[in-house]
């Protein structure tokens, strides 16, 4: 381990001595929090970015739990602060070599780990790898996709919806990274997802969200699959017993003024209505425009980084040029806040509009 002295002039004599850092190959992470630059990143993980992981856990596992254990855990402590400095640099050229470093370090050990092991079974490498996607997605112009697929061993068998430990908040995190992945791709999940029946009754929040998350994974292999999986009528008594309602729904410019009172339940209804655009053509327009109203008025980076892959497949349908140029601002503007890769996205959509744009052309013409 490299330890050097760092120089605190304020700091008493006792703190002298315990200023040390580390630099990734150390093993001790609350000494590393010693040198600013870690313990800026630490705090950037804690305050910015575990929220994104958060976003259908109202126990805040990634928040509180994988921050309190990085603490003790070279492994979570790596993930954290690889994604924490990509994010950094990306947002404001904070030194690449931070990211890189840790990013390096976190994957030495994970490649070290065996089935039995116990970062598998507590659930701590599966969170480190969630980590690490976001990292890949903010470290590359391309989504290169290797923590997804590397880390599909890892994926837990689906979760009680009433579990909520680190390895069931890591399942849900994982799966949702799965269904950006495949909206921006259009293609099945790397999950193989059982059609195992869970009630929507008495659930909470979180748990009604990640309810709906199950079904459009399902939905979504059965779409992109081509396999058969008939999801539309647990979707509808999932959407007949869910009662939260926007407290704010005013029609008016591109989108209309959609906010609801949680992250959550924005979350949640946005995966419905991909489900649907999925399920009933004919609501694909409609499904679209409520979609990127909730996102365009959510003011939220955890919603935002969790629409990216609903936004590339359902914006498709916007028809209005209007609606079409908010959503690309949007985009464009979200990508200061999360340093996503957002021109894929951009691309993609305005390719599919100009084939819909064209192909409409072409039918006007022909009568």
Known sequence: MLITKVEYPDASVHQQRLAITCDATGEVPQQQLYQPEIAHLFHTYIKKLAPWY???????????TVAAGALHNPLLFSAAIAFAAIYSHKRSSFPRHFADSYHRKCIRLLIDLKEDDDEVISGNALASTCLLRQYELLSEDRDPNRHLYGASALVPPVPSLINHDLIAASFWNYLREDITYSLIQECPLKLQLPRN??????????????????????????F???????????????????SKEPFCNIDGGAFPVIKMMKDCHVAALHYYHVA??????????????????????????AVTVNAYGPICFTAQWLTFSQQRDTIINFLLESQQQTAWPVKPIIDKLQARWHGFDTFEQDQNSSY
Do not use: K
Not at 202 to 219: F, H, I, P, V
Not at 227 to 234: C, L, M, P, Y
Not at 280 to 295: D, E, F, Y
């Open 54 to 64: 958060d976003l259908n856990d109202e126990r805040l596992t990634f928040s509180n």
């Open 197 to 222: 029946r869970f009630t929507s009754v008495n659930l909470l929040d979180d748990e009604a969200a990640n309810l709906m998350t199950l079904l459009l994974g399902r939905t979504i292999n059965a």
């Open 276 to 301: 649907q655009c999925m399920i009933t053509p004919i609501q694909r327009t409609s499904s679209a425009t409520t979609l990127c109203g909730l996102a365009v008025h959510a003011q939220s980076d």
């Open 224 to 242: 992109f699959g081509r396999i058969n999986d008939d999801t539309g009528v647990e979707i509808a008594d999932w959407h007949a017993r869910y």
